[in-house]
């Protein structure tokens, strides 16, 4: 079994963006599990904490939700990025790939 | 404007708080089964394969609190919580309730009901434009000048953007009902205007109606208008008889005009004023001088300029220009009751503080019977300042139906006040419950509670826990008392 690490802090909303981004209309668990199979079993969602997460994403904006149902006919809320979600993922984004260069570059060997 | 949508989403959860809490507490069990099912899926039993998916989605209840968390709204619960705990507690001892009620009630509306009368007397702006730049030049502040003086200090003072004079007069008012006494006020014709008010119906004096021989021109107060006339708006350019003189009505008055606002204040004809040969008159002093100093001009400076005009007019004609001073019209109106109000506004303050100490006591003992119920809240982990709001929103919720009681007394208390009231107190009839006295009422409130309730709350909260369960396990409310300690 590979080892699991668990998500740096603040990463969350940037990885539900990017998740919606490339897949659009998802549940939760259907998040939760695409995070996981992409990052190849090494990012695991603490499975809970994607709905709180959630919720703040709905007051902020960045996403809408509507009910609808499974391909197992289960109701389930599905998620989808807006607008001002996307500017967000896109401005998330860059602010990591500044911050991830600068580490490497420190952690670079002389 | 993001944050306004931001603001109308979370009103719109509010509004609708128990669907969003469903709907995420569907939306979590939809997760867990599916969880589940792979699980099963890969061979495992349908208990353990339900654990497994709960292990791995976390606590589910405190996630949901979380979320609620995020909706920020959990204060407003709370304090719902808390009103609804304080309510019960204050119907439990009803006995208690009632004395506290009574007592801050009797305070409150004192405090209020007095707060009132200030506010109408001492604090309102007199009705007129601009009415800080109002003054009144008088003798020994009081006294009226004659009509030479008042034309010298017109035309030499260079500090006013008007000055107008008004005289006492009084007529006898003739015809169909019976005859009536009438108190009115002859004005220079500038006087309206400066006050800057405009008449309901018709107009003022214009210009050139203050010479001798046009001043039978004549505005009515609201008040007569209604009673002599019964509010006939054709009354209008019609004759009068006012003292075997005939006078045409020009205008009324809208029903909120009074003045002179400090004397002849039931002051209800208002007509011109024509010097004709009194105007070199410096010793028949029946003018009260009202003026309005120019933007910028300070009341020193005015001051200053009329105590050389009148030093000067004093070496001509000794005797007639001594002591004329220079006063705030809103000092003359309200100065001499001033301190007599804020006294009694003292007294009622001390009467409230009174009251606090009483509720405070009745707290005080009252806490102590409820140290067991507080250990148990803070053994189950309610925190310190948690149980200190818990109380302090009890205590507003007393002060506010205290103060509810106060408000409704205070209502029928200005009434009696007013009724009761010297006639010479001015500006009495504007007394009212208005917005500056809610407000009052509720700073009142707020401060009340924290008055008489900080001290049994931080109380309440200090204390050996251990020995308060145990206490209260023997017989529940026999605590000890505070100061038996």
Redesign the interface.
Known sequence: MTQRDEIPPGTLYMLILRTLARQGEM???AI?NSIQQISQDVLQV????L??AL??M????WVTAE?GVTAGN????YYRLTA?GRKQLAAELSQYERVAAAIARVLQPA | MEWLRELCRRLGILIRRERFDRDLQDEMRLHIELRQQEHMGRGLAAEDAHAAAQRRFGNSTLLREVSGDVWGWRWLENLGQDLRYGARALLRTPGFTAVAVIALALGIGANTAIFSVVNAVLLRPLAYKAPDRLVTILRYGDDPVAPANYIDYRDQSHSFEAMAAAEYWSANLSGSDPAEHLIGLRLTQNLLPMLGVEPLLGRVFTAGEDQKGAEHEIVLSYRLWQRRFHGDPNLLGKPIILSGEGFTVIGVMPPEFKFAPFWATNAELWAPLAFGDQIHNRDANSLRVFARMKPGVTLAQARTEMATITARLERQDPGTNSDVVVTPLKENVVGKVETPLVVLLCAVGFVLLIACANVAHMLLARTSDRQKEIAVRTALGAGRSRVIRQFLTENLLLAAIGATAGLLLAMWGTKALVVLSPAKLPRVDMVAIDAPVMLFLLGVTVLTALVFGLAPAAHATIGNLTSALKEGGRGGTDGTHPSSR
Not at chain 1, 46 to 49: I, L, Q, V
Not at chain 1, 58 to 61: D, I, M, T, V, Y
Not at chain 1, 74 to 77: D, G, I, L, M, S
């Open positions: 549940h939760g668990y939760a603490e499975e809970g904490s709905y709180p919720q703040r709905l007051l902020k904006g009910w289960r109701r389930a809320r001002l």
